[in-house]
């Protein structure tokens, strides 16, 4: 007998989208990301700021 499960994951998670110049803020959601003076993305909203560039602080 065959018992096939159905996994409903994909209604509780959100698709996870790379963060890059425009997308909304993950933090507060309001604002949309642009680079700084170091090439990292940041929120003007909030202050939150997107790593990943390449360099560690
Ligand atoms: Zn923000």
């Given at each position: 007998?065959?018992?096939e499960i159905e996994?409903?994951?994909?209604?509780?998670?959100?698709?996870?989208?790379?963060?890059?110049?425009?997308?909304?803020?993950?933090?507060?959601?309001?604002?949309?990301?642009?680079?700084?003076?170091?090439?990292?993305?940041?929120?003007?909203?909030?202050?939150?700021?997107?790593?990943?560039?390449?360099?560690?602080?």
């Amino acid at each position: 007998m065959r018992v096939e499960i159905e996994l409903n994951f994909s209604e509780t998670l959100p698709p996870v989208e790379p963060l890059r110049c425009g997308s909304v803020c993950p933090k507060c959601g309001e604002a949309r990301l642009d680079y700084n003076g170091v090439l990292d993305l940041q929120c003007p909203k909030c202050g939150f700021v997107a790593g990943g560039g390449g360099g560690c602080t």
